[in-house]
């Protein structure tokens, strides 16, 4: 994992599905969603590396928001939601590596927050910057980490 850092994002119109699963079933429950999403809108232009927004994470189970951005509005068919989220500031890291490595990349993340001291309003989310289609090296995958964060005014 890279260096953390407190960034700005921006605004961001996306394409969202949301499901509840095991953690076991993270991965398959996350590609059928981007699946399910690429299919509601055929032929959209997407507008930034796909993510998944961690909505609920239980002991034993978690509730995720895939969603892939998107500049234009489109009525997208089904389950799939259009979204629209707001600008804010997060601590976000870089991870370099297989998927499997992921749930080590949030615990030092988790704790970049608490030795930090900063405050988590709740939104967290990866952004999976590398395609695994174009890239066969998982040593080369980058997913982003990033936890929304307050930042108190002085």
Known sequence: ?????????????????????????????????????????????QAGAPRVYYVEWLPDSCTIQAAIPVETSVDPAGDVTLTHLPAGTALMA?????????????????????????????????EYVTDPGEEPDESKWQTDLFVAVDIPKL
């Open 1 to 45: 994992m890279l260096l953390n850092q407190l960034v700005d994002y921006p605004p961001v119109t996306v394409l969202s599905l949301q499901a509840t699963c095991k953690h076991a079933d993270l991965g398959p429950t996350i590609g059928a969603s981007f699946g399910q999403i690429g299919r509601s809108a055929e032929g959209i232009q």
């Open 94 to 126: 870089s991870y370099f590596g297989p998927y499997s490595g992921l749930a080590d990349a949030w615990t030092q993340m988790w704790k970049a927050i608490e030795d930090q001291g900063l405050k988590a309003t709740g939104v967290c989310w990866d």
